[in-house]
């Protein structure tokens, strides 16, 4: 009797991933394949590729969170699959929304009534939020000028030049225009009183920033909103003032409570803040909060007849996902004021260790301040021969990702390296991190200058110079050949013990 | 000897025990500021799952066009790559070359006149909303620049569309100061009619947007049609008005059921094109996508380059940071499932459309609104609105756990209103046939019950025959107790 043996040749999901066919063959990058493939080789395939992403944990290069409880991750699986503006739908989602406007609105101090509703919404990001608070004052300030009889045509915005991109995308995109302030050396902040000097009638707001990007700083918003009000006195244009607490917002009520940033002051009119940074969920959320309805002109309000119910919305976004809004939720009711307190404490403290850790190498200058949102940006003492981008790209090697970048006009010519303390960042690892730069430090010492380098420093020199730079580099190229010699042979004197 | 016990510390001890045997199960939830204490992980994982088990089920959710499942392969993708902020371009390099296949794969998709291994024009945004508003904004722009150099007015943009288009369209209009001229829709007739849409046509029109799979019926609207008129128009007037297709829907469904139908960048007046990932893309929702025929269609004074954390990075996008879950699983879809793929859980789609849409005719009592050619949706009305409505109708398939919504046409139809059921790639044949079971209980039922006071009052009503009712349905209730009584029902 033969036995048969019913050939499973094309059942390729017995087979090992590795071992089919699906990891010979060229990913498609360009068009769609005519063909399926089994889903356990997609998942290998893809995950694979995604190896040689960094680690997000070891991104210090960013705010916004990389680390939540297991359990967080939990409702955000099991809410992956709902559409967040299904309101009728999903009407606890919605609530949980509006329950932490309300939340973030007493954080900020709003002043609102014993159980009245706060004036917010939920965002992507702090972009989103930016628009949306950008387009109400746009509008508001257009209405109060027709009612005036006066020309609407050129609304304009005053903010430092430290600025994130996202005011440059509402200006350009909204067609406001982009008054700046411009920093100076020492002074990466914008400066209240010159910001003030420069509002004019067709000033739609004054944006301040609670946490600068580049160095952590908390602006001046009191001393803005009491210059304001005098010119506002004076002028009788009423000027408001946006406060951009992308980072600070969930920063500054637990550390510096005293501090009067937020709707205290009478002049803010509406904040937003990331809750993706230090509101401590993963990336896709933001919130505004206005500080009345009289500040969120009606007209931008939709009331919509969306699938059968009456929803009023006021969002760019539509459809996104809800896992973000409910993890939000998640951490404000599991941490409370306090466990926000200790974990700001906490990146506080780290920052503090790892500002003293390089302070102690003597190389450094350290351009944040202590108190602001917990990071560490600083720029080599001497940089002729290496400048802060190669200690960057050095860091990579061990896994850290650290940005090197040039501060804005006119303050160009100021380099630094930024850390940026999350809740995931242990003392632990920022030990590490001081010793790696030691290491790297070490490392560029024995290393000769780069050219370009050089020819960015001697600007206008260079072109005269050519003929100098080129014979310096036969020098220069004898020197790196030699170092690199003399390396290798040290390399190989240590590694008689390895292996 | 006495043993001692120590008394457990009495928060500690509080970790121990059962959640819901602690005072967290007790103690009203915050809801309008932060408590001051902490609570437990635990505690606060199993409050807020409680509380959302109050929500609709996603898949039971007929009113979306937006995915409700994809395989635990992908969702295990899009776990990990949950902490990877999307703009890091610098830091993940692998996510963004990811989102630039994609683009490239759907250019290809809608023949999109790209040479063999030249890269698309095109973005991954969080929805259609954006993608419309970023094409709009290019769109406005191209049309600025073109009036400025040719010296006359660009104040007054103005953006021709049916009545029946999407929210967001209105939005765009409304915060970017574009007008919007809407063509009304007629009984019967409820998409953009291509002939009207031209005429509105004027030298301000930035461009003319038509839509493949209206929300409200799921018809896929002549695009064709609208690119000869215009192209006369064009030639007649020099004004060189661009079209927009909103293909949320459509775009992943056009390709595979009706690869005949010409719809996308064959018609040369079509320069960008937008589609929603989590509709029939087959994603979670949180991603769309906007291609652009070429560059010269995207103006360049939109695109930044910036300084992000050390390296020039060029982005045309209105959010910024987000997650990159969304744009791996689109990847995986699109690879995972290929051309075939794709077609075969299209063409599932119509066929269970197609036996919902029979066993609701077969009942007699409804018109079928939605046409066999689209998107797989089932819009039906009832044939008579006079004693109960398709409101009462959709709030009583709640009670089975069904969610179907019901809503009124857009002017200038408002009279009709409409059940819609969208046939998703997770509603089955067995899904189907429950819920044709459970559409005929609840007309049946209705049928017992007296019609409402609203509905009446639409007709003509007296106070007479409103106690006459009341008597009625007194003894209507009356003989149903009695009959559940006999039938030995508890």
Not at chain 1, 194 to 215: P, Q, R, Y
Not at chain 1, 248 to 253: E, K
Not at chain 1, 370 to 396: C, I, Q, T, W, Y
Not at chain 2, 143 to 171: F, H
């Amino acid at each position: 009797m033969v036995l048969s043996k019913a050939a499973s040749e094309s059942d390729v999901s017995v087979h090992s991933t590795f071992a089919s066919r699906y990891v010979r063959t060229s990913l498609p990058r360009f068009k769609m394949s005519e063909n399926s493939i089994p889903k356990e080789a997609a998942y290998q395939i893809i995950n694979d590729e995604l190896m040689l992403d960094g680690n997000p944990r070891l991104n210090l290069a960013s705010f916004v969170t990389t680390w939540m409880e297991p359990e967080c991750d939990k409702l955000i699986m099991a809410s992956v699959n709902k559409n967040y503006v299904d309101m009728d739908e999903y009407p606890v989602t919605t609530e949980l929304q509006n329950r932490c406007v309300n939340m973030i609105a007493h954080l900020f101090n709003a002043p609102l009534g014993e159980s009245e509703a706060a004036v917010g919404v939920g965002t992507v990001g702090s972009s989103e939020a930016i628009m949306l608070a950008g387009l109400a004052f746009k509008r508001k300030w257009q209405n109060r000028r027709k009612a005036e009889g006066k020309p609407w045509d050129k609304p304009n915005i005053v903010t430092g030049a430290n600025v994130q991109v996202c005011w440059e995308k509402f200006a350009r995109y909204f067609e406001v225009e982009l008054k700046e302030v411009k920093l100076r050396e020492d002074y990466f902040v914008m400066d209240p009183a010159k910001a003030v000097e420069m509002v004019d009638e067709n000033t739609i707001c004054v944006a301040a920033i609670l946490g600068s990007t580049l160095n952590g700083e908390f602006e001046d918003v009191k001393l803005l909103n009491d210059l304001l009000v005098e010119k506002n006195k004076e002028t009788g244009w009423d000027t408001p003032i946006h406060v951009d607490a992308a980072s600070g917002g969930f920063i500054a009520p637990f550390l510096n409570p005293e501090l009067e940033w937020d709707f205290r002051l009478p002049l803010v009119k509406s904040i937003n803040v990331s809750g993706h940074k230090y509101g401590l969920v993963y990336a896709g959320i933001g919130w505004v909060i206005w500080r009345s309805k009289e500040d969120l002109p009606e007209e931008l309000i939709f009331h919509i007849n969306y699938l059968g119910a009456d929803q009023p919305t006021f969002t760019l976004n539509f459809s996104k996902g809800s896992s973000q809004v409910i993890a939000q939720y998640y951490q404000l009711i599991r941490l409370g004021f306090e466990g926000y307190r200790n974990i700001m404490e906490n990146c506080r403290e780290n920052m503090l260790v790892l500002k003293d850790g390089l302070e102690k190498t003597g190389r450094f200058n350290i351009v944040s301040k202590d108190d602001g949102v917990p990071l560490v940006a600083f720029s080599l003492k001497d940089n002729r021969r290496h400048d802060e981008f190669e200690v960057s790209d050095m860091l990579r090697r061990f896994g850290w990702i650290v940005p090197a970048y040039t501060m804005p006009p006119d303050a160009q010519h100021v380099t630094v390296l930024r850390v940026v303390i999350r809740e995931d960042f242990s003392r632990t690892l920022a030990e590490r991190l001081v010793c790696d730069i030691k290491k790297v430090l070490h490392e560029l010492d024995t290393l000769p200058a780069k050219i370009t380098a050089k020819l960015a420093i001697n600007g206008e020199e260079a072109d005269k110079n050519v003929t100098l730079v080129t014979k310096k580099s036969d020098l220069e190229t004898q020197r790196e050949i030699t170092t690199v010699w003399r390396k290798f042979v040290m390399e190989k004197k240590k590694m008689n013990g390895v292996c | 000897m006495v043993i001692t016990t120590t008394i457990p510390d009495h928060r500690a001890g509080e970790l121990l025990h059962y959640t819901f045997a602690s005072r967290y199960a007790g103690a009203p939830v915050p809801k309008f500021k932060m408590p001051e204490k902490s609570i437990p992980k635990e505690a606060a994982y199993q409050i807020i799952n409680d509380e959302l088990m109050l929500d609709g089920t996603p898949r039971l959710n007929l009113a979306s066009f937006v995915t409700t499942w994809m395989e635990p392969e992908c969702e295990k993708l899009m776990m990990a790559s949950i902490n990877k902020n999307y703009v890091d371009m610098d830091e993940y390099p692998v996510t963004t070359e990811l989102q630039n296949r994609c683009v490239n794969m759907i250019a290809h998709l809608f023949n999109a006149p790209v040479g063999e291994t030249e890269t698309a024009v095109g973005v991954g945004t969080v929805g259609s909303s954006e993608a419309i508003m970023l094409a709009g904004l290019a769109f406005k722009r191209k049309w600025q620049a073109k009036r400025k150099s040719e010296g006359k007015p660009y104040d007054k943009p103005n953006i021709v569309t049916g009545a029946n288009v999407q929210v967001c369209w209105e939005k765009f209009a409304r915060y970017f100061e574009v007008e919007l001229k809407e063509v009304k829709l007629s009984e019967g007739y409820y998409v953009m009619d291509p002939v009207k849409a031209v005429e509105m046509v004027d030298e301000n029109t930035i461009c003319v947007a038509a839509i493949l799979g209206s929300t409200l019926t799921g018809e896929f609207e002549n695009v064709k049609l609208l690119h000869e008129l215009l192209t006369k128009k064009n030639e007649e007037t020099g004004w060189d008005t661009p079209i927009h297709v909103d293909a949320a829907s459509g775009g992943f469904i056009a390709p595979f059921l009706y690869p005949d139908l010409e719809w996308d960048f064959r018609l040369p007046l079509v320069k960008s094109i937008n589609v929603s990932g989590h509709k029939y893309g087959l994603v979670y929702p949180g991603v769309g996508w906007v291609v652009w025929r070429t560059k010269e269609d995207l103006p360049d004074d939109l695109i930044f380059h910036i300084n992000y954390l050390g390296s020039d990075q060029p982005t045309f996008t209105l959010n910024f940071s987000k997650g990159s879950s969304q744009i791996i699983a689109q990847y995986y879809q699109l690879i995972r499932l290929g051309f075939e793929g794709y077609k075969n859980i299209m063409e599932n789609c119509m066929s269970n459309a197609r036996v919902l849409k029979e066993g609701i005719e077969k009942m007699g009592r409804f018109d079928i609104v939605s046409k066999d050619v689209g998107v797989p949706l089932v819009a039906f009305s009832l044939k008579d609105s006079s004693k109960h409505t398709v409101f009462e109708i959709s709030d009583s398939l709640r009670r089975f756990g069904w969610i179907v919504p019901a809503y009124t046409m857009a002017p200038d139809a408002q009279h009709i209103a409409v059940l819609r059921i969208v046939v998703r790639e997770d509603f089955s044949r067995s899904l189907a046939e429950r819920l044709i079971a459970d559409i005929d209980k609840v007309v049946k039922e209705l049928d017992t019950l007296p019609s409402r006071e609203s509905t009446k009052a639409a007709h003509i009503t007296a106070t007479v025959e409103e106690k006459q009712h009341t008597e009625e349905e007194v003894l209507a209730r009356w003989k149903r107790v009695l009959a559940a009584k006999r039938a030995g029902a508890c």
